[in-house]
Every structure is written in C-alpha cells, then in structure tokens.
T-cell receptor, first 113, second 113 residues
Framework: GAGVSQSPSNKVTEKGKDVELRCDPI?????LYWYRQSLGQGLEFLIY????????KSGLPSDRFSAERTGGSVSTLTIQRTQQEDSAVYLC???????????FGPGTRLLVL | GENVEQHPSTLSVQEGDSAVIKCTYS??????FPWYKQELGKRPQLIID?????GEKKDQRIAVTLNKTAKHFSLHITETQPEDSAVYFC????????????FGQGTILTVHP
C-alpha cells in the first residue's frame, strides 16, 4: 500500500512568511508524529497526534509552531513568521496505535532566506 | 525526559569488515529501541528493532544487542557492503512517552570498496 506522503517536498520562503507543511499518513494509522531534522543533526520530536487530538505538544519550539489533524488522517504543521533557524527537514511518521514501528514520510525540506 | 547518546559520529570501514554503532539511553522505562538507516536525501527506514524483554536480535547481516542494566544497545553489521553506506540512527521510547522516539545524533557509515 501507499506509504506516508508529505508535501511540498521542498519549500523556500522569506523570513517572516508563514508556511504550511502537509502529511498524509498510512491509511488506518491513528498515531502521527512530526519530527524536525536540522542539518547534520538527529531527529527532534515536535508533536504527537492520536486521532485528531494532540496529547503531546512538548517538542514544539515556540508558539509560532502549530499543528492540526482532521478526520484522523491528514495533518498540517504551520510555522508562522518563519525565522532562518526554522530551516530544516520536517519529517512526519505514522503508526498503528498498538504497534511500535513508525513509518516515515520523505520529509519537507524548508529553507528560510 | 529520555536522552540518547550515539557513538561514533562517523565510521569508515573496508568492504567485508564489521561495523558496530553504540547507543546509551537514560530512561529506565524505555522498552523499545529501533534502528533507522537514512540514505542521502531519503526518508529514514527501519532496519531492525529490539524490545526490552529480548537481549539480542539478528536479521541476516544485521544484529542488535541490548543491555538493560547498563542502558545501552548496539548495532552490528557484518560483511559490510558499499550499499550499507548511510547515516544510522538509534532511538528509544517507552513508558508514558506516547511512543515518541528520542533519537541519537546519528552515525555516518562509509564502506569503502
């Protein structure tokens, strides 16, 4: 079946602009995670969704970051008033609720000029 | 929260040699430890995982060992091939973390033909 998909694959924006990143999880996966991967770094947790609820938002770096999930499927990560330090690859992963394996999307490479 | 340390940051081996990557974790409640391989510009792919009730797991040329007492786990790749060249990430999760993964910083493995 189809894997996790993300769009856009690349995004270049100017400092101060807002951006929206989209994640389509594997069908039936109720758990969805967003991670951020800065250049040469490991993956850093941002937010976790179970269904449409986000019981763990502890990784969001500032109030400029927000995310939502609708219909228990697609999720959108929004970054407002982007800063250069927001430049990174934003990865989405999904899994079945009672299983442990997370499947990653290809990521969105964000560059803030 | 959980903290995962990974060593070495880079590893260079000759084709056919073995490669070992080591990780330590801090949260004794962690009970699931996956390893991901990430090729340049690609999504992380799960290559092997281990749960805390198991000490060792093997899949062809790849094996993972876990020492719960010492809180460390290791990835072993035997008979390395050039296509094994990639960045490898260890991760840990468990307890009340909602399955969110805490990643190590990654190891760049280069296998020279």
């Amino acid at each position: 079946g189809a894997g996790v998909s993300q769009s856009p694959s690349n995004k270049v924006t100017e400092k101060g602009k807002d951006v929206e990143l989209r994640c389509d999880p594997i069908s039936g996966h109720t758990a969805l995670y967003w991670y951020r991967q800065s250049l040469g770094q490991g993956l850093e947790f941002l937010i976790y969704f179970q269904g449409n609820s986000a019981p763990d938002k502890s990784g969001l770096p500032s109030d400029r970051f927000s995310a939502e999930r609708t219909g228990g499927s697609v999720s959108t990560l929004t970054i407002q008033r982007t800063q250069q330090e927001d430049s990174a690859v934003y990865l989405c992963a999904s899994k079945l609720r009672l299983q442990e394996t997370q499947y990653f999307g290809p990521g969105t490479r964000l560059l803030v000029l | 929260g959980e903290n995962v340390e990974q060593h070495p940051s880079t590893l260079s081996v000759q084709e056919g040699d073995s490669a070992v990557i080591k990780c330590t974790y801090s949260d004794s409640a962690s009970n699931y430890f996956p390893w991901y391989k990430q090729e340049l510009g690609k999504r992380p792919q799960l290559i092997i995982d281990i749960r805390s009730n198991v000490g060792e797991k093997k899949d062809q040329r790849i094996a993972v060992t876990l020492n719960k007492t010492a809180k460390h786990f290791s990835l072993h790749i035997t008979e390395t091939q050039p296509e094994d060249s990639a960045v490898y990430f260890c991760a840990a999760t468990g307890g009340t973390s909602y399955g969110k993964l805490t990643f190590g910083q990654g190891t760049i493995l280069t296998v020279h033909p």
